[in-house]
């Protein structure tokens, strides 16, 4: 046996001996003390006989009033309950309350007119100046990068409005998924999937990702020195998008903690492997998100040890973090065993918070009651209990919202099949029912997921902030008063996340459209002789309906241009891009 067994089983008889030690020494207290009162044990001095009386009254009142301040210890609940100065303290009512105390209804902040469209839910969330931010990056960058190495003919400057309509094609590329970029731009028609090669070029859309650039990463010191951010190619837009998760919307009174995985494989620091996520390699973000529809309130991403050192408490420090916008309020934090800690769930106590969470049996402070129970039949619990918390033995559970003394009951199916009604306390369906809320995020999130394969590691995670806007834009839409959908009998309908994001980049679109560049007629007596009306080889779109939403296939077109034309459409079409030929 190691020195590591040696020392537990020394740990283990001590916490043995001082148990049976506490015991005995309460039994002979209680004798001596009834003894005392029969009047059977002499003392040879009487102010001996005084001062054992104090001792023993002061030690009966200080037991009292450490029950009432959770000072003592646990205790089984039908003791604290036993206890009329504990369970008549202020705290504990309101805790046997049990009642819904934020104080304010889940909405969206700011209640939008019934002509807002999901473009202005977006921004709610994404601000609407870091297009032109983005803009001017990109063309600092690539202005950078030519100058390192060399003339780039393909590259022209960028602006807000092509910025906006990149945002809408990788939207669209994410509900319209194809198996490489490439195909998005064929020239064979059976193959492509969208109309995205009618609004850009394949050669203009991979420089906007060759140069694509968010963050002025230049005034980051070195690795290694003071200040040095992991996180500034994504800094700035990162903090004023989750500035936004915190402000734009109330959350309900329950929110749940846990981890979220941005899927990257690439070589990274901080890359984290979760091997019980379905995602299990990539980037860490710590999520608070509210368990009854995925709305994000707060995240914080991971970005590993600190100076090669472990970071002590890093689960108590993420919680304070992500929930110290609500403390005063009374929400209920649930998080999983991962985060659970008698320390924490005291301190978010004192600062108005409840909170409720799985642990882990090896976790300090826990009684040793619960932590080692051995339940032999279904529906079998044990609880102590400390102050307003709860430790319940059915499924590990620790609790500051819920009383002990609540039951519900849950459905078994037996070996013979027959299904039974099992005892449960309260405490567990609530923490069933209200854990879910960052895997509801995640679900959102990752149904229509933008994130394509990217070389630079902060792209991903900038994509997953404009998920989260998006989603966030969403639920606030989805639960606008002045959005709600009705069906043609006037029922109310359901919108969908999949039709705010096919509406989304078609007002990010807008005008937009990259026209493409073509030799021009230099000899002006020669101009008009050029464009010619002809029969072209296949049929193809007319160009000039498609602008009016009209969907005609001639086989006409033009000569000059290449393009196809209804014989009506021939002279609209020229006389709109070619005003020149009509002087």
Known sequence: MNSTGIIYILKIYWYKLRETFSEEYEVKAENVAKKINDETVNFKFTTNRKQFEFNLELDLSLKKAERALGVRGWSTVEEYLSDDLASDSEDDKKLRQAEDRTGRKPRPYKKRVSDAKEIDFFHEVFPVEWYGKIAAEINRYAAEKISQNGADPKWTPTNAEEIRAFFAFNITMAIVVAPNQDMYFTSDTFFRPTWISERITRDRFDKLC???HVCDTRTNPQRGQPGFDKLAHIRSILEDVRQKCKTVYSPHCETSIDEAMIAYTGRLGFKQYVPLKPTKRGIKVWVRADPHNGFVNDFQVYTGKSENAPEVGLGERVVKDLTRDIWGSFHRVYCDNYFTSVP???????NKTYACGTFRSNRKHLPPAVTKAKLKQQGNMVQNQQGNMVATAWHDLLSTCDSPVDMTSVQRRKKDGTVRDVPCPKVVKNYTSHMNGVDR???LRSTYSISRKASKWWKYLFW???????????IMMKESP??????????????TQLDFRKNLPKQLMGAYWLKRKRESVQNKSVQGLLHWPTILTKKRTCKQCSKQGLRKEPTSGCEQCQIHLCVACFKPYHKENFPALFQ
Not at 482 to 495: F, I
């Open 441 to 443: 995020a995640d679900q």
């Open 210 to 212: 060759q140069y694509f």
């Open 344 to 350: 924490l769930f005291q301190e978010l106590l004192r």
């Open 482 to 495: 002045n959005h709600q959908l009705k069906s043609k009998t006037g029922k109310t309908k359901e919108r």
């Open 464 to 474: 997953f902030l404009v998920d989260i806007s998006i989603t966030n834009g969403y």
